[in-house]
C-alpha cells in the first residue's frame, strides 16, 4: 500500500470556521490531489500540486486554497467553511516517469461536515 | 475539453452472474491514460488498472477483463462469475498526458447478492 495519510479522518465544523485539512505521503511522488466526493458527482477535482510551492486549480476550487511547503505535504484550507463543502475529501498521489502517466493511489479520505 | 461517462449508475446482479460496467470516454488528444478504481462500502480507492492510448490488447486478470476501443471511445470493464466480495463502486478515469489532471466518472455501484 502507497504510504498517504491524511489528518483529520473526521471533522465536523460551524459554518464560517476555517479548517485545514492535511495529506502525508511517504513515497516522493512529485503530485498530489485533493479531491471532493459527493453522491452522484464521483470525484471532483479541487486542487492539485506538481512540485514544492507548485500548485494548480481544478474543477471545483472555489472556496478552497492549497499549499504546499514540502515534499510530503500538501494542505487544503477552507478559509471559510460552508455547508456546501459537507463532503468526503480525497488525497492522492502519483508520479510520471518514462513518458508515462502513472496512476494515482488515494489516501484514507477525510469525512468533513459543516453545521 | 475531456469528459468520462459511466451511463449505468447503479446495477444489481446474483452472485455467479458475468457483469460489464460501461465506461465511455471524450477528448481530442492521442495521448491518453484510462483507469479503472474500486471503492469499497469501507471507503477506500483501489488501483485496478491502468490503460495508455497505444495499447488497445485487452487485459484478463482473474475474474476481471477489460476490453478497449478507441473506435468507439470505450473502456468496458466485465466481472465473470461475480462475488458478493465485488460489491462496489467502479470508477473510470482518464489523464491527459502533459495536463496531469485526471477526469473521474460519476461511479457505478454494483450490487452482487447472495
Known amino acids: 500500500d502507497a504510504g498517504i495519510t491524511q489528518s483529520p479522518r473526521h471533522k465536523v465544523t460551524e459554518t464560517g470556521t476555517p479548517v485545514t485539512l492535511r495529506c502525508h505521503q511517504t513515497?516522493?511522488?512529485?503530485?498530489m490531489y485533493w479531491y471532493r466526493q459527493d453522491p452522484g458527482h464521483g470525484l471532483r477535482l479541487i486542487h492539485y500540486s506538481y512540485g514544492v510551492k507548485d500548485t494548480d486549480k481544478g474543477e471545483v476550487s472555489d472556496g478552497y486554497s492549497v499549499s504546499r511547503s514540502k515534499t510530503e505535504d500538501f494542505l487544503l484550507t477552507l478559509e471559510s467553511a460552508t455547508s456546501s463543502q459537507t463532503s468526503v475529501y480525497f488525497c492522492a498521489i502519483s508520479e510520471t516517469g518514462q513518458g508515462a502517466m502513472y496512476e494515482q493511489y488515494f489516501g484514507p479520505g477525510t469525512r468533513l461536515t459543516v453545521t | 475539453a475531456q469528459k468520462v461517462t459511466q451511463a449505468q449508475t447503479e446495477i444489481s446482479v446474483v452472485e455467479k452472474e458475468d457483469v460489464t460496467l460501461d465506461c465511455v470516454y471524450e477528448?481530442?488528444?492521442?495521448?491518453?491514460?484510462l483507469f479503472w478504481y474500486k471503492q469499497p462500502p469501507s471507503g477506500e480507492l483501489v488501483f485496478l488498472i491502468r490503460?495508455?492510448?497505444?495499447?488497445?490488447q485487452n487485459e484478463i486478470s482473474g475474474r476481471y477483463s477489460w476490453n478497449f476501443q478507441k473506435s468507439t471511445s470505450s473502456f468496458n470493464f466485465t466481472i465473470t462469475a461475480s462475488q458478493v466480495v465485488d460489491s462496489a463502486v467502479y470508477f473510470c478515469a482518464l489523464i491527459i498526458y502533459n495536463f496531469n489532471k485526471f477526469y473521474f466518472g460519476s461511479g457505478t455501484k454494483l450490487n452482487v447478492k447472495p
Open positions: 513515497e516522493n511522488h512529485r503530485y
Open positions: 490503460r495508455n492510448s497505444f495499447d488497445e
Open positions: 477528448t481530442r488528444d492521442t495521448t491518453y491514460y
